[in-house]
Antibody, heavy 122, light 110 residues
């Protein structure tokens, strides 16, 4: 079945970087865009960025420009999200989510990973 | 990009219908039909309930429906059931080529 499996929880110190992985299975990896969304404790969802797994092109939320990098490895059907210069406000659950249309319309996130908790603490 | 505006909470009794609103601007909700709704139970990942304003993915109950008028989208749940108790989020494409979510609405089934 179609699924996204993310890497495990991380604890980082302020100023460090974190890299979260998202391994896709059950569908043609290069045919669907992949988004990253985060959720701080007790807060709502926040979009971070998107990648085209086929060509590797990316688009990021202005808030994270310069701090986030999304990449992919087509040989392992895995997408990565790296966030640098971490601060306490980056403590959140990070999700990868597939856009189900096969197009980039920033809509219809139909399959989600289980989430990766990133804790930033000194 | 400011978050879309949703009521913080709504409630209803089993069997009733409720509607959750999602208000944006002409730069997002009002300008495009790329509005989705997600259901999230505590400790779980969000689940897609509605996309393209009013389309239901396969497997989602027809008790869930979506609509839009001007800059406001709405999610209606009819025949409320206990398992519908969750947080609900709307999302929309924006003119800045990004995705914006609503602040979320907590649905309580009385």
């Amino acid at each position: 079945q179609v699924q996204l499996v993310q890497s495990g929880a991380e604890v980082k110190k302020p100023g460090a970087s974190v890299k979260v992985s998202c391994k896709a299975s059950g569908y043609t990896f290069t045919s669907y865009y992949m988004h990253w969304v985060r959720q701080a404790p007790g807060q709502g969802l926040e979009w971070m960025g998107v990648i085209n797994p086929s060509g590797g092109s990316t688009s990021y939320a202005q808030k994270f420009q310069g701090r986030v990098t999304v990449t992919r490895d087509t040989s392992t059907s895995t997408v990565y999200m790296e966030l640098s210069s971490l601060r306490s406000e980056d403590t959140a659950v990070y999700y990868c989510a597939r856009e189900g249309s096969g197009l980039l319309r920033w809509d219809r996130l139909d399959v989600w990973g289980q989430g990766t908790t990133v804790t930033v603490s000194s | 990009q400011s978050a879309l505006t949703q009521p913080a909470s709504v409630s209803g009794s089993p069997g009733q219908s409720i509607t959750i609103s999602c208000t944006g601007t002409s730069s997002d909700v009002g300008g495009y039909n790329f509005v989705s709704w997600y259901q999230q139970h505590p400790g779980k990942a969000p689940k897609l309930m509605i996309y393209d304003v009013s389309n239901r993915p396969s497997g989602v109950s027809n008790r869930f429906s979506g609509s839009k008028s001007g800059n406001t989208a709405s999610l209606t749940i009819s025949g409320l059931q206990a398992e519908d108790e969750a947080d609900y989020y709307c999302s929309s494409y924006t003119t800045s080529s990004s995705l914006v979510f609503g602040g979320g609405t907590k649905l309580t089934v009385l």
